[in-house]
């Protein structure tokens, strides 16, 4: 039996044991360090604009800007609908109300149409949006202009969760810079890992600042411990900050192979009816993260990507459904929804296939074979 194909595994690089080795050697074993530093600098070099402030997870990064942006009990935050339940769960965390908005055909992303009639309508109920969050799902940048634009619009600030689209572009523009605040993860799945972990990052130096003190338990300058904010536990350590150093040094490779696995897929599977790729608008560049495809079962011949999906499971390749929309979810049942349908058929009818940068040639052949067999 051949070992598990696996839909997005950690991909070391090589160097990031001997971070880890000098943070033993110097006893650094604590969150904060010289890696963490080094690590912060190394994202803000290759994002090229903005601050940022490493943390334990993309999901405390998101909670922090909700934070920080004075989201509090009772408010209301727009949030993509088409995304994974982080992006949502830290509005709830601070007894806010997500409001969902559904996404456009070309990206998958947030439909800034859509957005902007959300907002007139929750304005027109009373309650202005504290805050907006898109998504660049599986790292293709979300439609930025026209979200900025409705958001600056209605003066709403933008949190932009990056989480799956570090090397990602969007007109020459490191995905992440474009909103008030930008969220990157390091969780094991994503394009590169420090075994789990995240970042904040943001135009506004003093915020940043503002986030690392509120990330190390907010204590006041004082040779006790004082304290006037709440504080949080949510800096991320200096071992993990040493597989990051690593990491960053094959970011750029990373990408490269997993924008191959794409087009492996897409040259090996697109000419079978019903089944379709989501392409590059001009000015976008995916990281390509996740591989996705989408199967129209009226082409198909009734092959849908539950067919797929199962087929793979038997050859022990692991493929996942799209994101399941979270106006779907049981968890925010009651929560308001702006929908055109566009997320749920993308979740009925989408499949995310092996996308590790670490799979070979004959195992993407593999996969790609055991599609194929499905048609004749
Ligand atoms: C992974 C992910 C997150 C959460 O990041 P963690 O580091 O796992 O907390 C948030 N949003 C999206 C879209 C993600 O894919």
């Known amino acids: 039996m051949s070992e598990k194909i696996w839909l997005s595994s950690p991909h070391m690089g090589g160097t990031e044991q001997s971070f880890v080795t000098t943070a033993f050697e110097t006893n650094w074993i604590a969150p904060l360090g010289t890696n963490v530093d080094g690590f912060e600098q190394d994202l803000e070099q290759f994002l090229k604009e903005g601050d940022v402030a490493a943390l334990s997870s993309g999901t405390a990064a998101l909670h922090l800007a909700l934070i920080q942006s004075g989201v509090s009990a009772g408010d209301e935050v727009i949030c993509q609908s088409m995304t994974f339940s982080a992006s949502a769960n830290p509005i709830a965390y601070q007894g806010a109300i997500p409001v969902f908005v559904d996404s456009e055909r070309d990206t998958w992303n947030m439909d800034p149409v859509l957005l902007e009639q959300a907002i007139k309508e929750r304005i027109a109920k009373g309650k202005k949006p504290k805050a907006i969050i898109p998504v660049h799902l599986y790292g293709m940048p979300a439609k930025m202009n026209e ?86 536990n949510y800096r991320m350590s200096n071992i993990c900050a040493g597989i990051g150093r690593g990491q960053m040094e094959v970011l750029g490779k990373r990408v490269e192979q997993r924008r ?35 199967i129209d079962p009226a082409q198909s011949n009734g092959i849908t990507r539950e067919t797929i999906r199962l087929a793979l499971e038997k050859h022990i390749i692991e493929s996942r459904p799209l994101w399941k929309p979270m106006h779907l979810q049981p968890v925010f049942a009651s929560a308001p929804a702006y929908v055109n349908g566009v997320s749920e058929a993308l979740f009925e009818n989408g499949l995310c296939l092996p996308s590790g940068s670490n799979l070979t040639q004959a195992q993407l052949q593999q996969t790609t074979d055991i599609i194929r067999s499905l048609w004749k």
């Open 260 to 294: 191959s696995n794409y087009q492996h897929y897409l040259r090996t599977l697109s000419d079978l009816p019903g089944v379709s790729f989501v392409a590059e608008p001009a000015g976008s560049f995916s990281n390509r993260w996740l591989s996705t495809v989408l």
């Open 147 to 232: 979200i900025l634009a409705v958001a600056a619009e209605y003066e709403i600030p933008v949190i932009e969760d990056a989480a799956e689209a570090l090397g990602s572009w969007y007109h020459d523009k490191a995905c992440g810079t474009f909103g008030d605040f930008g969220v990157l993860s390091f969780n094991g799945n994503k394009i590169i890992t420090t075994s789990g972990g995240g970042a904040l990052v943001g135009k506004d130096k003093a915020a940043i600042a503002k986030s690392r003190f509120l990330a190390s338990q907010a204590r006041d300058p004082a040779p006790h411990y004082e304290h006037t904010h709440i504080g949080y």
